[in-house]
């Protein structure tokens, strides 16, 4: 009797367990629906001048900014 008390014990704690990680794992892996839908932004490259000692002709400096 002590024997079988104890498998079901086991066996609830491995059931216990499955459980939470599926749990844990619904929750890390489901999309957020938020109503917001992706979007690509076009993003805008700005030019920076830079003073003639530090540039070289083949290299410019870009600033990039996505509104």
């Known amino acids: 009797m002590q024997g079988f008390r104890a498998k079901c014990r086991v066996g609830a704690l491995i059931v216990l367990c499955i459980w939470i990680t599926l749990a844990a794992l619904y929750g890390l892996l489901k999309p957020v629906s938020n ?17 003639a000692h530090l540039a070289s002709p083949n290299s410019q400096v870009w600033v990039v900014f996505v509104p």
């Open 35 to 51: 109503g917001c839908v992706m979007t690509y932004m076009n993003p805008t490259y700005i030019p920076i001048s830079t003073s």
